[in-house]
């Protein structure tokens, strides 16, 4: 299977909203809702932020969200923080115990 | 606290083989499945094996079948990536990460990631 899509960049400033896309297909994120979200910085191990399409594990505020519409998920950051600045990464199941990323984007806050 | 170190890595020229370990702790290992996720510089993440609780079940992403192995030790809280083969594109950062269910099925997520250890495939 192909990767996810997602934008290469997005920026916000303090306070803002920002949404970052992952497009896959009818076999992935269109299929099932299985899709989760990847905070992670330079020097760290990726950090789960969201999973089941829309589910925030314990510990992660509630300024992450997610959201599917067909085959595109989606990752929505309210009230940006400076602290939010990190590569974001999608991930689908896409059947047969396989999971696929998106290309990452990352977050700059002005 | 859960952790998982990973280690193994450094510099294999094409053709060859090298084994990767992921010490695990703070958390009942034989409890659940486990996974490798690797990043090639630039790239993005790509998911490759997973294994379940007991080691008795595992499967792969078609960029390793055939050429790396999962494996675990219950008994050394220990997964392990045996690979072979070893090509140029397999030059990345690898992760070893953690389920939240016994099984490979259902929660298609990893709620732990290590560090990563460092590939480096060239002659």
């Not at chain 1, 929505?76 to 939010?84: A, F, K, P, R, V």
């Not at chain 2, 952790?3 to 890595?9: K, P, R, V, Y």
């Not at chain 2, 080691?55 to 690979?83: C, E, H, P, W």
Request: glycine share 12%; with cysteine.
């Amino acid at each position: 299977q192909s990767a996810l899509t997602q934008p290469r960049s997005v920026s916000g400033s303090p306070g803002q909203s920002v949404t970052i896309s992952c497009t896959g297909t009818n076999n992935d994120i269109g299929r099932y809702n299985f899709v989760s979200w990847y905070q992670h910085r330079p020097g760290e191990g990726p950090r789960l932020i969201i999973y089941d399409v829309s589910k925030r594990p314990s510990g992660v505020p509630d300024h992450f969200s997610g959201s599917k519409s067909g085959n595109t998920a989606s990752l929505t950051i309210s009230g940006l923080q400076t602290d939010d600045e990190a590569d974001y990464s999608c991930c689908s199941f896409a059947g047969n115990y396989t999971l696929i990323f998106g290309g990452g984007t990352k977050l700059t806050v002005l | 606290e859960v952790q998982l170190l990973e280690s193994g890595g450094g510099l294999v020229q094409p053709g060859g083989s090298l084994r990767l370990s992921c010490g695990a702790s703070g958390f009942m290992f034989n409890n659940y499945a486990m996974s490798w996720v690797r990043q090639a510089p630039g790239k993005g993440l790509e998911w490759l094996s997973v294994i379940n609780n007991d080691g008795t079940s595992t499967y792969y992403a078609d960029s390793v079948k055939g050429r790396f192995t999962i494996s675990r030790d219950n008994s050394r809280n220990t997964l392990y990536l045996q690979m072979n083969s070893l090509r140029t594109e397999d030059t990345a950062l690898y992760y070893c990460v953690k389920r939240t269910r016994p099984s490979m099925t259902f929660a298609y997520y990893f709620d732990y990631w290590g560090q990563g250890t460092l590939v480096t495939v060239s002659s």
